[in-house]
Nanobody, 121 residues
């Protein structure tokens, strides 16, 4: 069984910073990609950032230059440092990982429980 456990998030004023962290545990063989998505009230889930195990990173245009994603392969962990936060960044943030387990031939998408980020104006 695989779990993704998130931490961080909270309430911050516009222009402030927050850091989200996520760690995967369980019968993991490899994790090709880890990243973050978010879902604002009344909207669908949207891509924020991903990093693969070779360190190749992608950001959505809306966060590029403000957010930094990083990964610790040894700990099966990914973090998201968010700076210059705006009210429109308010959302539930979800950690995502594509994981190959030791008991499967298939790569499966796993999700964290979500953590609320609220940016006040």
């Amino acid at each position: 069984q695989v779990q993704l456990v998130e931490s961080g998030g909270g309430l911050v004023q516009a222009g402030g910073s927050l850091r989200l962290s996520c760690a995967a545990s369980g019968n993991i063989d490899s994790i090709p990609t880890m990243g973050w998505y978010r879902q604002a009230p009344g909207k669908g889930r949207e891509f924020v950032a991903t990093v693969d195990r070779d360190g190749i990173i992608n950001y959505s245009n809306s966060v590029k230059g403000r957010f930094t994603v990083s990964r610790d392969n040894a700990k099966n962990a990914v973090s998201l440092q968010m700076s210059s936060l705006k009210p429109e960044d308010t959302a539930v943030y979800y950690c995502n990982a594509e994981i190959l387990t030791t008991s499967s031939f298939w790569i499966v998408d796993y999700w964290g429980q979500g953590t609320q980020v609220t940016v006040s104006s």
